[in-house]
């Protein structure tokens, strides 16, 4: 059993960048809280630490004040976004706080554990994945240009799919609407619609086989119970269709780099980190989505 210490140096800065962004929480995906501004002062002050948030950019704010921690404050911050209490009771937020944390600080060689309610900085060695997590890691994913080089048929027919007939034609409106788009003149516009696309396909396909989705072992969870299909979120119905053999390793991958893409539709996180997608990146997300469309068709044919 890993012994219980303290953080005995200040956290590295590419960690730091890491916990500013689970502070702010802007990526409802992966953090369990948005914080705003005065929520964020919230926080620090909770954790025994007397600073506020003065409007500047939040994500750069926090940083910075993270930067300027000694090691002791640092790790108040640490236990606090792991802390039960912040969390209420909901099993679910909890969850993906810790694993999280437990990712942040794993290159460091720390880990999370608890005293009853109380978490506390372990060391850790250990490589923790899950069985799911393995078995991807045992089939190669494939890189970018390997992936770009397939082929794919440019037309895409929602119809295929067997979806319900009226989301099936907003869907293909969508679809139509990013063809119509030039590539190097439109990149946001035509990620935000081929994002949200792929969501509302695998959202149908979802809804089509509840009980397989609903039943796989990495099925979403609230409270121990699967949580409605309609409340799944994009990286959630992904990895779920790849463990149920829709999608392959490497179109699950791809297709969490075009959700990733799709989150930029949020005009303070594009600034902050200085995004600014080209032709290159919409022809990736095209890809992604072209190749999920093929799979999830053929699946759907057998």
Request: aromatic share 8%; hydrophobic share 40%.
């Amino acid at each position: 059993m890993s012994r219980k210490i303290h953080l005995g140096q200040t956290l590295d800065p590419a960690t730091l960048d890491s916990l500013a962004d689970f502070i702010c929480g802007d990526d409802e995906e992966r953090f369990p809280i948005y914080r705003s501004s005065s929520i964020i002062t919230r926080f620090f002050k909770g954790a025994g630490i007397d600073i506020e948030h003065d409007g500047s950019t939040r994500k750069w704010w926090v940083l910075d004040q993270l930067t300027q921690l000694s090691a002791a404050d640092q790790e108040k911050v640490v236990l606090g976004l792991v802390s039960p209490l912040m969390y209420k009771g909901v099993q679910e937020d909890l969850r993906k706080a810790v694993q999280n944390m437990k990712s942040i600080l794993s290159m460091e060689g720390y880990g999370i554990a608890f005293d009853g309610p109380r978490p506390h900085i372990i060391e850790s060695n250990a490589f923790e994945a899950d069985y799911n997590e393995l078995a991807d890691m045992s089939e190669p994913a494939g890189d970018e240009s390997e992936f770009l080089g397939q082929q794919f048929p440019d037309k895409v027919v929602i119809a295929d799919l067997g979806l319900d007939d009226t989301i099936t034609l907003v869907l293909q409106a969508r679809v139509d609407e990013a063809q119509s788009c030039p590539r190097e003149k439109a990149p946001l516009a035509t990620i935000f619609l081929l994002g949200s696309t792929l969501e509302g396909i695998l959202l149908g396909v979802a809804l089509r086989s509840q009980t397989d989705f609903m039943t796989a072992p990495s099925a979403p969870k609230r409270e121990g119970k699967a949580k409605k299909i309609q409340d799944w979120k994009l990286a959630e119905l992904i990895d779920v269709a790849c463990q149920l053999k829709l999608l392959s390793l490497d179109v699950k991958k791809f297709s969490h780099e075009l959700r990733d893409f799709r989150n930029y539709i949020h005009p303070y996180r594009q600034m902050s980190e200085d995004f600014s997608p080209d032709q290159h990146t919409v022809d990736i997300c095209w890809q992604v989505f072209r190749a999920a469309f093929a799979q999830l068709k053929e699946s759907h044919r057998q």
